[in-house]
């Protein structure tokens, strides 16, 4: 039964209910984006929540605090499960079903649940039960190897790949999925969402290019890892960062053209052993004037183009502002709702504390 009281919310999950034992890192994420999305969150945490608060993360919910240890909460979570058409949990492997609300024991009470484990390894294999963050998951993958400079060890970018990218978002999706077949059969299933598949099925287009010899996951020979010349960043004259990354041969013209380039700068960007050579020419090029005189030289043109931007700087930037990419809401910055709809748009909503349940 859709919950009662929806004139406050919007989206296409609207009526969508579901159960969120607080983690942290992509569980949360992945219940931000269902909530944006129309449907009603009620977090499960403990007395002094997960140890990271983060008020844009955790928006959109109803938390409720209960000690899922005892029998009493237990039962009271079972209850809510009856009534729910997702649960979304973030324990190591067995956790939840030491503590009597494991698949088995929820989809007794509601079988149409989907029933979705968030973890870094994976329910099963060797290493399922052992401590771990992005880091250790993106290493496992391939993924880590190959981001970071020509010397020195590889470089983590932040944990966006991991948590959000094969974590988080592969969540989301295994849950819609589920949803659909559910449709078909009337029953729910568990969704064994791990980091390491996700990333490692992020890397498939690599894996995919890498024997016909397109691309190579070599640092300082791959195309797209910042070896190359005209696929990096560069300093300015004021010490700020600018981006190009004008691969296409009429992109890369258009951007040489532009930025008068010498001839001998023009020709050299598909030979590997010219890469580094050409990138600290272009570096002395682009040394020669400010973040702000490129921007008005190069920004909408298509010579594949971008200053560098601080989070504070993105959401001030004009194309970011017209869309309305970001929201400052009680002098946080919150991104918008993504992605977005014609008909049902989502909105973001704020966190209901000390919520008793489903309405």
Same mark, same amino acid.
């Given at each position: 039964m859709p919950p009662q009281n929806t004139q406050s919310r919007q989206g296409p999950l609207l009526g969508l209910r579901v159960? =969120?034992?607080?983690? @942290?890192?992509?569980?949360?994420? #992945? $219940?931000?984006?269902?909530?944006?999305?129309?449907?009603?969150?009620? !977090?499960?945490?403990?007395?002094?929540?997960?140890?990271?608060? %983060?008020?844009?993360?955790?928006?959109?919910?109803?938390?409720l605090t209960l000690d899922i240890r005892t029998q009493a909460g237990? =039962?009271?979570?079972?209850?809510?499960?009856?009534?729910?058409?997702?649960?979304?949990? +973030?324990?190591?492997?067995?956790?939840?079903? !030491?503590?009597?609300?494991?698949?088995?024991?929820?989809?007794?009470? %509601?079988?149409?649940?989907?029933? &979705?484990?968030?973890?870094?390894?994976?329910?099963?294999?060797?290493l399922a039960n052992s401590a771990g963050h992005d880091i250790n998951y993106l290493a496992i993958t391939g993924a880590l190897a190959a981001i970071g400079g020509r010397e020195g060890p590889a470089i983590p970018p932040l944990n966006l790949v991991g948590d959000f990218g094969g974590g988080s978002l592969y969540l989301a999706f295994g849950i819609m999925a589920a949803l659909w077949e559910r449709e078909r059969s009337g029953q729910g299933q568990v969704i064994d969402a $791990?980091?390491?598949? +996700?990333?490692?099925?992020?890397?498939? *287009?690599? $894996?995919?290019?890498?024997?016909?010899?397109?691309?190579?996951?070599?640092?300082?020979r791959n195309l797209l890892?910042?070896?190359?010349?005209?696929?990096?960043c560069y300093t300015c004259a004021d010490g700020r960062d600018i981006?190009?990354?004008?691969?296409?041969?009429? *992109?890369?013209?258009?951007?040489?053209?532009? @930025?008068?380039?010498?001839?001998?700068? !023009?020709?050299? #960007?598909?030979?590997?052993?010219?890469?580094l050579d050409q990138s600290e020419?272009? $570096?002395?090029? *682009?040394? #020669?004037?400010?973040?702000?005189?490129?921007?008005?030289?190069?920004? &909408?043109?298509?010579? #594949?183009?971008?200053?560098?931007?601080?989070?504070?700087?993105?959401?001030?930037?004009?194309?970011?502002?017209?869309?309305g990419v970001y929201r400052d809401l009680n002098g946080v910055l919150h991104a918008a709702p993504a992605p977005r709809f014609s008909r049902t748009p989502g909105a973001i909503k704020d966190s209901v504390k000390d919520a008793t349940g489903w309405d």
């Open positions: 159960l =969120e034992f607080a983690s @942290i890192g992509p569980g949360p994420h #992945c $219940a931000m984006l269902l909530a944006d999305m129309g449907a009603e969150v009620l !977090r499960i945490e403990r007395e002094g929540g997960n140890g990271w608060p %983060n008020p844009v993360v955790d928006r959109g919910r109803k938390r237990r =039962e009271r979570c079972l209850a809510l499960a009856e009534n729910a058409d997702v649960l979304i949990e +973030g324990f190591r492997p067995g956790v939840m079903e !030491r503590l009597g609300l494991g698949p088995e024991q929820v989809h007794a009470c %509601n079988p149409r649940l989907v029933y &979705g484990r968030m973890t870094g390894w994976g329910q099963t294999g060797p $791990a980091i390491v598949d +996700g990333v490692s099925s992020m890397m498939t *287009f690599f $894996a995919g290019l890498l024997p016909s010899g397109a691309i190579s996951l070599e640092r300082d890892s910042g070896a190359a010349p005209h696929y990096r981006s190009i990354g004008p691969l296409e041969p009429q *992109f890369l013209a258009e951007l040489m053209q532009r @930025i008068d380039a010498p001839k001998s700068l !023009r020709d050299g #960007c598909n030979d590997p052993a010219q890469w020419r272009l $570096a002395a090029l *682009f040394a #020669c004037r400010t973040q702000n005189e490129w921007c008005a030289l190069l920004e &909408g043109t298509d010579a #594949c183009f971008a200053p560098v931007l601080t989070l504070e700087e993105a959401a001030q930037h004009p194309h970011m502002l017209e869309r």
